[in-house]
C-alpha cells in the first residue's frame, strides 16, 4: 500500500467515514430488497444504494485523489451524474410494466385504469 | 498506525457491499416474478460498481473507475432492456 500511506490523518477520517456511511446505507436498501413484502415497497429499497452509496462513495474516492494528486477524478463526477440522471428512469419503467402485468391479470391489489369520459357531442346538440 | 485504519475500513466496506450483493443475489434466485428478478439485477449492478470503487480507492488504478462506469451504462441499457420487454414482450418493436 504505496499510496494509502500518504494520505495524511486529516483526509484518512473523512474517506474512512464516507465509505464505512456509504456501504452500510446500500446493505441497508439491499436488506429492505429482501424484507419488504410488496413488488411495489420493494421497488424503493436499491434506490438507497444507488442515490446515497454511490455520492458517498465516490465522494470519499475523490477525496482521497484529489489529496493524493495521482489520478484525474473525472470519473466519480461522470458515475455520480449517470446514476442519478439514469435510476428514476429505469426504475419508473419498471414500475409501469410491473403495474401492466397485475393489470393483465386481473389483481385487486392495484389501482384500475382510469377511463377518460368522453365528451357526448350528441347531448351537446352541436 | 494510519494506512492501517484505511485499509481495515476499506476492507469491511467491501465486506458490507459483498453481502449486499448477496441481498440482491438471493431477490433474484427467490423473486416470486419476473419484475422481481430484475429488481435485484438492478440492485446486484449497483451494488458491484460500488465494489469496483472501493477497488480503485485501494489500488489507485484507473482500469477499475472505467470499469464502474462501463457496468453503470451497460446495467442502466439492460434494465430498460428488460423493462420493455417486461410490458410489450419484444425489445425493439
Known amino acids: ?126 | 498506525m494510519n494506512e492501517l485504519f484505511i485499509i481495515w475500513s476499506i476492507l469491511a466496506s467491501q465486506i458490507l457491499l459483498g453481502l449486499a450483493m448477496g441481498c440482491a443475489l438471493f431477490r433474484i434466485v427467490r423473486g416470486p416474478r419476473a419484475q422481481d428478478r430484475i429488481l435485484g439485477l438492478d440492485a446486484l449492478y449497483i451494488n458491484a460498481m460500488l465494489l469496483l470503487l472501493t477497488f480503485g480507492i485501494r489500488t489507485a488504478n484507473s482500469i477499475y473507475f472505467e470499469t464502474a462506469l462501463i457496468i453503470a451504462v451497460l446495467g442502466f441499457v439492460s434494465s430498460i432492456a428488460f423493462a420493455k420487454f417486461l410490458m410489450r414482450g419484444e425489445v425493439i418493436e
Request: with cysteine; glycine share 6%.
Open chain 1, 1 to 126: 500500500m504505496s499510496h494509502l500511506t500518504d494520505l495524511p490523518i486529516w483526509a484518512a477520517i473523512p474517506v474512512c467515514l464516507l465509505l464505512l456511511t456509504g456501504s452500510t446505507i446500500s446493505l441497508i436498501g439491499s436488506i429492505g430488497l429482501i424484507r419488504l413484502k410488496t413488488f411495489y415497497g420493494r421497488l424503493h429499497a436499491p434506490t438507497l444504494s444507488s442515490s446515497a452509496g454511490t455520492i458517498l462513495i465516490c465522494l470519499a474516492s475523490m477525496i482521497a485523489f484529489a489529496v493524493l494528486q495521482n489520478r484525474w477524478i473525472f470519473h466519480e463526477v461522470l458515475i455520480v451524474l449517470f446514476v442519478i440522471l439514469t435510476t428514476p428512469v429505469t426504475l419508473m419503467l419498471l414500475g409501469q410494466s410491473a403495474l401492466y402485468r397485475d393489470r393483465i391479470e386481473g389483481s385487486v391489489d392495484v389501482p384500475r385504469k382510469t377511463t377518460r369520459e368522453e365528451p357526448n357531442l350528441s347531448a351537446l346538440d352541436i
